[in-house]
């Protein structure tokens, strides 16, 4: 039983230190939840569809002794909640960030990040036949144009964000790939790895955490316009 539910652990272990520190007397995150929940929600919800859409095409599976328990609609609670616990604690990062960092301006044109874009977009034409691949890579590139635009680029907060939150990812997507929670449909992936990861769930993570920070960034921006 505790295995089955192993990807929920995953989840709660994401979430715990976020969540405690969510009332740090600097940062005071949990004031920030409306904006967390209006970048999180939609953005979560279309990867969510995207999610169900390509389990069911075969892009990957979910191994039943460690995601076992609820299913809704082919996925496993702990797929679900990754979508909640991922942003929300990645977020709290960047707050962080924010919080005890001076912020710098950093000197990167924007051609940079337009042109990074294009090359992700450019890898796709050899892997073509690679679904997983292409659609990792084409949102991949669509976090860089939307980064790029909203001259975030230019935020050393918003790049160390991204990096950091690769540490992270690197211990729990290590996790759910070796045991593994998640099977991946060779016929849809590269097949080439980092560890146990395979390389097409670095350019995943990018796209949902750089379009939900910038998202993020972008409403704070806002609200903070109103005050």
Do not use: Q
Request: hydrophobic share 55%; with cysteine; charged share 10%.
């Amino acid at each position: 039983m505790v295995f089955m539910n192993l990807y929920v652990y995953v989840n709660l272990a994401i979430l715990f230190f976020p969540l405690v520190l969510s009332f740090d007397r600097k940062v005071h995150f949990y004031t920030h939840l409306p904006r967390i929940l209006a970048a999180m929600i939609p953005v979560s919800t279309l990867y969510i569809i995207w999610d169900i859409i390509v389990t069911g095409i075969g892009h990957w599976s979910f191994n039943k002794v460690f995601a076992g328990g609820p299913v809704l609609l082919g996925l496993p609670l702990g797929e679900i909640l990754f979508f909640i616990t991922v942003p929300y604690s990645c977020l709290f990062v960047y707050e962080v960030l924010r919080a005890y960092f001076p912020e710098k301006r950093l000197n990167i044109p924007r051609w940079a990040g337009y042109t990074l874009a294009l090359v992700m977009l450019t890898m796709i034409i050899p892997f073509s036949g690679k679904g997983y691949t292409v659609l990792a890579l084409a949102s991949a590139a669509l976090a860089v144009i939307l980064i790029t635009h909203l001259g975030l680029l230019h935020s050393r907060h918003f790049l160390l964000f991204l990096l950091i939150s690769y540490l992270p990812f690197l211990i729990f997507n290590g996790v759910l790939t070796a045991l593994p929670v998640v099977e991946y449909g060779p016929a849809y992936v590269t097949g080439v790895r980092i560890t146990s990861i395979p390389i097409e769930d670095f350019f995943y993570n990018f796209s949902l955490l750089g379009i939900t920070g910038a998202l993020y960034a972008l409403i704070s921006r806002y609200t903070a316009g109103l005050r």
